[in-house]
């Protein structure tokens, strides 16, 4: 029998602070029909000033940490899936490591967008087969607020703030565990949404914040053609390369960048709307967030029941792109 990871926590944490499209409509040209016609999106979550992507990052594990019955103290390895580290360095991962108090786990990140939860749940995946480690943390969390421009409408409207944890664990068993990945990168896509300065091409200077080159850009157009099509591709070809079809699905998890980008992968899919986890109405693009997030609330709605197959699939800045498939390992809650 091979040596599967399964996931034996999930949790997340969601920052007080509602910003609705109509304080929106107060703050650029925007207004709320707009907002929700052209991207599913009523509210998002904003972290206080202060604090940071490791302090949501924190909170989840704390959360995941209860829920297992573990103390941090088991945890061997921590992945953090952000674009909005703390700081370049050291990591968040390190950081999340002292903030709840793992002291045995050694940590990194991951950058790889809005993809960067299913890149980094494929690293953890690794450590747990190859019987490296057996308590494995991976997290997706950003604070999207802290780089966007609250002057631009077409990208302040999207983003919120969040973080989700999942625990990986190993398990022999049949009926549960990570089946599958597949996992793209196309760098010629990288134009069309990028923050662009901050990093060693252009360092911070007066510059760089009068261009708002610490913002997000993104060609909203070009990134929906190719997300359209790439998250349907990803999502359907690894059922069929594991002989499944969209029947077989319990849930299907999509990135939440866009209602009408998961409405296309969904037709695709061939499955009906209630096999489908959607919370973007409540927190917008939360990136490397979303879809632990959304695993997570789906699992306290009682959503999900040992042996469930379960669909993964996002699309991001890079570009990249990604799916997991896997066969969920927890009774209902
Ligand atoms: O998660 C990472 C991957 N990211 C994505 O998957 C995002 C992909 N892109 C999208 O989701 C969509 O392209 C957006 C939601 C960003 C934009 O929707 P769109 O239907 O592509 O709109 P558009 O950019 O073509 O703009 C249509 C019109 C424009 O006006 P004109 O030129 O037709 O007069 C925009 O200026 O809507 C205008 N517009 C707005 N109007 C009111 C753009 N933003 C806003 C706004 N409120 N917030």
């Known amino acids: 029998m091979r040596r599967k990871a399964y996931i034996s926590a999930v949790a997340h944490y969601v920052p007080p602070k509602i910003l609705t499209n109509f304080d929106l409509e107060k703050m650029v040209d925007t207004n709320d029909e707009w907002i929700r016609t052209r991207t599913g999106i009523k509210e998002r979550h904003i972290l206080e000033p202060g604090k940071a992507t490791s302090d949501m990052a924190a909170e989840a594990v704390k959360n995941l940490c209860e829920r297992r019955g573990i103390d941090p103290m088991e945890i061997e390895l921590i992945i953090v899936a952000t674009v909005t580290p703390d700081m370049f360095f ?99 896509g990288a134009e069309y949404l990028l923050m662009k300065a901050g990093g060693s091409l252009y360092p911070a200077s007066l510059e760089t914040v009068a261009n708002d080159w610490h913002f997000i850009y993104q060609d909203g157009k070009s990134v929906f053609k190719f997300a359209v099509t790439k998250m349907a591709e990803v999502a359907v070809n690894i059922l069929e390369k594991n002989n499944f079809s969209g029947k077989d699905l319990t849930l299907f998890i999509p990135h939440q960048a866009n209602l009408r980008i998961i409405d296309a992968t969904v037709k695709r899919l061939g499955i009906d709307y209630d096999k489908v986890m959607i919370n973007i109405d409540k927190y917008g693009n939360t990136t490397a967030a979303t879809i632990p997030l959304a695993l997570s609330e789906a699992y306290e709605q009682g959503k999900l029941d040992k042996g469930d197959l379960v669909l993964f699939a996002t699309f991001g800045g890079g570009f990249t792109w990604a799916s997991s498939l896997l066969k969920w390992g927890l009774p209902k809650p």
Request: proline share 2%; charged share 20%; aromatic share 10%.
């Open 90 to 188: 050291p990591s968040t991962g390190n950081l999340v490591q002292e903030k709840c108090g793992a002291k045995n786990a050694w940590s990194f990140d991951v950058a790889a967008a809005c993809s960067g939860f299913i890149y980094a749940l494929s690293v953890g995946t690794q450590f747990i087969e190859s019987g490296r480690h057996k308590k494995v943390v991976v997290i997706g969390s950003d604070k999207m607020s802290a780089i966007t421009n609250y002057r631009d409408r077409n990208t302040c409207v999207l983003f919120g703030d969040a973080a989700g944890a999942v625990l990986l664990e190993p398990t022999e068993e049949e009926e549960k565990g990570i089946l599958d990945f597949m996992l793209f990168s196309d760098g010629s």
